[in-house]
């Protein structure tokens, strides 16, 4: 299993970034997957997931309305649109397939003015 984040960077309060999950390694597209972050000196929290046909989607009250989680089976990707976002958000974000405890290396969000 292989997890692949990009996307992540430096960006103004009330901006937006496009987090990717590249998978690979097994048949993504029968497998619930998640976004997890970690701001500094804190630990791992699911921020969103979503079923594998794409039709349940779970987010964590802070970013409701404010991120969406979709998934291309076709190319074997999972993304995370971040909009509006604030400081709090400010962390380093993981792709995570729940079925084999499989994590990204993660790629970071710094959220300032």
């Known amino acids: 299993v292989q997890l692949v984040e990009s996307g992540g960077g430096l960006v103004q309060p009330g901006g937006s970034l496009k987090l990717s999950c590249a998978a690979s390694?097994?048949?993504?597209?029968?497998?619930?997957m998640s976004w997890y972050r970690q701001a500094p000196g804190k630990g791992r929290d699911m921020v969103a997931a979503?079923?594998?046909?794409?039709?349940?989607?779970d987010y964590v009250d802070s970013v409701k309305g404010r991120f969406t989680i979709s998934r291309d089976n076709a190319k074997n990707m999972v993304y995370l649109q971040m909009n509006n976002l604030k400081p709090e958000d400010t962390a380093t974000y993981y792709c995570y397939l729940p079925t084999r405890n499989a994590w990204g290396q993660g790629t970071e969000v710094t959220v300032s003015s």
């Open positions: 979503i079923s594998a046909d794409g039709g349940s989607l």
């Open positions: 390694g097994f048949t993504f597209d029968i497998f619930r």
